[in-house]
């Protein structure tokens, strides 16, 4: 994923390489999280599912920065800093 290609929410600006693939891309009005399908087995199924229903059909590898990105967000540690944070935000998250 570069600047210029699409995503499921727009043409990438910006785009954050957390690394194994894993990237953080933003929008003129939104964005999310990328998971490359290799590594989607460390999320459990509800998460995954939950976050394709957001992904306007782009599949369970995109996760909407407003109510799914805190999946990978916790599982694979992208905000080091804010770990305790990160664990308060996930633990409210519903996933439905």
């Given at each position: 994923?570069?600047k210029g ?5 727009g043409?990438i600006q910006?785009?954050?390489d957390?690394?194994?693939g ?10 999310g999280v ?22 306007h059909g ?7 920065e407003?109510c799914?990105?805190?999946s990978?967000?916790f599982h694979?540690?992208?905000m080091?800093?804010k770990t305790?944070k990160v664990?308060v935000w996930?633990?409210q998250?519903?996933w439905e």
């Open positions: 994923m570069k290609q699409e995503s499921p929410w043409q910006e785009v954050v957390h690394g194994q894993i990237l953080t891309v933003y929008t003129a009005s939104h964005g990328y998971v490359p399908p290799e590594l989607l087995q460390r999320i459990p199924t509800a998460e995954r599912n939950f976050a394709a229903r957001w992904s782009w599949g369970e590898c995109w996760f909407e407003d799914a990105a805190i990978p967000t694979f540690n992208l080091p800093d305790d664990k996930y633990e998250q519903k």
